[in-house]
């Protein structure tokens, strides 16, 4: 059966799936995998699409030490034992840089590229690329494709890209690229199945998960969104602060004496709901916490996307439609019942009723503003755009053996 694998590789866990190519380029999802605890406690999980466990299985520290590690692992499992032999490989890569803005096709020059853009995010690049690298040099005739995290954004005007500092800097790469691209993505090409008129309007979309942000679509295309340069910014996250005055690091540094490296790790690692409230990054603990510091980062998060939307739905001169998404945005009725009552000076008025059972549309009927949620699916966006770029560039008939 052909098939598509999607590879979405961090620091400490490599995540797979694999989708059958049906009929027409139609995608079915086939497998979930993730091999994570890499450095740890290295474990193979896998199930099929109903959720029937295929494997799970511990690896000694000393076995996986790294991605390429665990890749070779995951990659035998898939081979020898899933009996995958895909096609093509779609991976997830964070930044595209100025330059892409669509996904691409990967050989050594596109590697050598996207290595240039580490330094832009030295926490996930590295690691996005070390898979690539792995089956660059295993099976050089397989087709591989980057989708970017930023690529969804490129459409920003220069007023949504530009920070107010030396233009040369900006040249140099130190831009609002904004992230989340490949689930606004999935968004942008779903809503006009589910409102059609609306999709071609002005609309905000939460992705709230344990990385947060907010993109402000016209007709579906990205004008603006929260986060820039790098994914510390916009909302509060599970560890991240989101929006901080560049003060602050300035004086961890000079009154904390804390260096760039720990100033980084600190950021990234120990601020957002977990720092602010001492309890959890899990925006399940905190709502079912009465600790009032859990509370305290709760109404945070909340109030902080409620400031948001003011400022996209001033970017889109109004509002039409309001999209939450991802693992917050998808399942928490409270945090959805809490943002709308932010937006009701907006004109959004909730259905209590259809937001207790996860309706699609959450807004009740004389709402000014409708309110949807749409579960993302970035791994699906990703094997469409691998599947697309074989089908134009590559021929899907041959098989690719291992060099070895
Ligand atoms: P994601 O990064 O999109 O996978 O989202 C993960 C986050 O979603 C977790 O850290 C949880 O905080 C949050 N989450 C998942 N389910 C729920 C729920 N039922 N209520 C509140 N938060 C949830």
């Excluded at 979930?32 to 520290?61: H, V």
């Excluded at 991976?91 to 330059?99: L, Y």
């Excluded at 929006?243 to 490296?261: I, T, W």
């Amino acid at each position: 059966m052909d098939s598509i694998l999607v590879i979405n590789a961090g620091s400490s866990s490599v995540k797979f799936q694999v989708f059958a190519v049906e009929g027409e380029g139609r995608l079915r999802r086939l497998i979930k995998g993730q091999m994570d605890g890499i450095g740890s406690r290295p474990r193979l999980r896998a199930s099929g699409a109903d959720g029937d466990p295929m494997a799970d299985r511990a690896y000694p520290i000393e076995a996986i030490p790294d991605v390429p590690a665990a890749m070779e692992v995951a990659g035998e499992w898939l081979r020898n034992e899933a009996r995958v032999t895909p096609l093509a490989v779609g991976h997830r890569v964070v930044h595209g840089g100025p330059d892409y803005e669509r996904p691409v096709l990967i050989d050594h020059g596109v590697v050598a590229k996207l290595e240039r853009f580490i330094s832009l995010a030295p926490l996930h690049q590295p690691h996005n690329l070390a898979p690539i690298r792995s089956i660059l040099t295993n099976f050089p005739t397989l087709p591989q494709v980057a989708c970017f995290d930023t690529a969804f954004h490129r459409t920003h005007g220069p007023l949504a890209d530009h920070y107010a500092i030396p233009y040369q800097l900006h040249a140099e790469g130190v831009r609002r690229y904004g992230f989340h691209g490949l689930s606004y993505e999935y968004i942008s090409k779903t809503l006009p199945q589910i409102a059609p008129e609306i999709a071609k309007k002005r609309v905000i979309v939460a992705h709230l998960g344990s990385g947060a942000s907010m993109c402000a679509m016209k007709g579906g295309s990205s004008v603006e969104s929260t986060m820039g340069f790098t994914a510390l910014d916009g909302l509060p996250m599970g560890t991240r602060p989101g929006q901080l005055d560049p003060g602050v690091v300035l004086y961890l540094m000079s009154e904390k004496g804390m260096s760039a490296a720990k100033v980084q790790d600190f950021l990234y690692r120990d601020c957002g709901l977990k720092g602010l409230s001492g309890v959890s990054n899990d925006m399940r603990e905190l709502d079912a916490s009465t600790d009032p510091r859990a509370r305290l980062a709760v109404d945070y998060f909340v109030y902080r996307i409620g400031l948001a939307a003011g400022m996209l739905a001033a970017a889109l001169q109004g509002l039409d439609a309001f999209v939450f998404t991802a693992g917050i945005g998808e399942n928490s009725v409270n945090i959805r019942a809490r943002v709308t009552e932010q937006l009701a000076w907006l004109g959004v008025a909730l259905d209590a009723v259809e937001n207790e059972r996860h309706s699609r549309l959450i807004s009740r009927q004389n709402s000014l503003i409708p309110v949807y949620v749409v579960p993302t699916d970035e791994e699906l966006m990703i094997a469409q755009h691998t599947l697309a770029l074989l089908m134009n560039g590559h021929s899907p008939s041959h098989r690719h053996e291992r060099v070895s």
